[in-house]
């Protein structure tokens, strides 16, 4: 059996490393059977740079210039959109592949017909190409624990809680792109596409480093660096705002999921958790504004480990008994 391979890309204004991640797709082992790119109305010479490129390479390029802007999101979509191949492998302009990336991918979809999606680890480069000794999933909180928990399939369980799949590292069927668009305008394709696809059967990890993932200050989303102290007091003038946002973006997955739900193996799981993740936030926006009023409900949500469900655990504990109080 033999599997075709569209690799999706976007780009923006990425012509220094733009030149860079092309090369390491032409080298690939097993090279794919189109590369689509939609640039976003680049003001550098980004488009140029893939004319030329597509030139030189045995396989086609398909290149589309938007007419106006669309941002990150739109333009991952339309790319998603124009692919032809079984197969869809999401790429951003300014990381580096490994040569064995979509051989290995490869393999893992025809390997099982059921798998619906995969992703792998990264090493995460900096601004100059230079290791930074870190692990993409070690850099989300994605432990050991919870990659076993996905791998054994309940990556609905693991997403509600929190984002551990980057769009750079995804491939997915492209027969679910039905499911999956259109994306939302105010939701990150990879939080989206990643949640859907899970709740669409059997989501397979490849714990080895496919790619280098680049993490730089003009990437316009990604990897980030704030320290938990930034975090927690970035959340204390946001809690509510934050909470409301995740609240409208799981009832946006709730809708998508209730207009598919008749052909979706874990839908109905999913719909369950979205619930339970709602009413959670719903229970922490709610609390009321003096620390020990606050305690009785904390303590119940403790209990029940609505915390360690769907929040981060102690961290989240700390925010809501000491954080929040004082305005």
């Known amino acids: 059996m033999k599997l075709t391979i569209s690799v999706a890309m976007c780009t923006f204004n990425g012509g220094r490393f733009l030149p860079e991640q092309l090369e390491s797709i032409a ?12 640039d976003d109305r680049s003001s550098d010479r980004s488009a140029e740079v893939v004319k030329d490129f597509a030139g030189r390479m045995p396989f086609p390029v398909r290149l589309t210039v938007n007419e106006s802007t669309l941002g990150s999101t739109r333009n991952f979509e339309k790319a998603i959109a124009l692919c032809r191949s079984d197969i869809v ?13 979509l051989a290995h991918l490869e ?15 990264a090493d995460v480069i900096d601004h100059d ?3 930074l000794n870190l692990r993409l999933w070690h850099s989300f909180g994605f432990d050991p624990r919870e990659q076993r ?6 990556g609905v369980k693991v997403l509600i809680k929190h984002p551990v799949v980057t769009g750079a590292v995804l491939g997915f069927r492209r027969q679910w792109t039905d499911v999956l668009l259109p994306i939302p305008d105010n939701d990150v394709h990879d939080r989206w596409m990643s949640f859907l696809l899970a709740a669409s059967g059997p ?6 480093p496919l790619m280098q993932y680049r993490r730089h200050i003009n ?7 704030t320290t938990l102290r930034e975090r927690l007091m970035r959340a204390r003038s946001t809690k509510a705002s934050l909470y409301q946002d995740e609240i409208r973006r799981f009832r946006r997955l709730y809708d998508r999921l209730a207009e598919h739900n008749g052909h979706l193996p874990n839908a109905h799981l999913a719909i369950t958790e979205i619930e339970r993740k709602i009413s959670h936030l719903e229970h922490r926006i709610q609390l009321h504004q003096q620390t020990f009023s606050r305690v009785p409900k904390v303590m119940r949500e403790i209990f029940n480990r609505g915390y360690w469900r769907y929040a981060a655990g102690w961290e989240s504990v700390a925010k809501d008994l000491f954080l929040y109080g004082n305005r």
């Open 129 to 131: 190409s230079q290791p």
């Open 149 to 154: 928990r996905f791998a054994a399939g309940h």
């Open 107 to 121: 393999q893992v979809f025809l390997s099982s017909p059921m798998v619906v999606a995969a992703f792998s680890d």
């Open 27 to 38: 080298a690939q082992k097993r090279l794919p059977d189109e590369l689509v790119v939609c």
């Open 219 to 225: 990437q316009q989303i990604g990897l980030g660096t």
């Open 89 to 101: 492998a999401l790429a951003d302009q300014d990381d580096i592949w490994y040569p064995d990336k």
């Open 203 to 208: 989501f397979a990890l490849v714990t080895q």
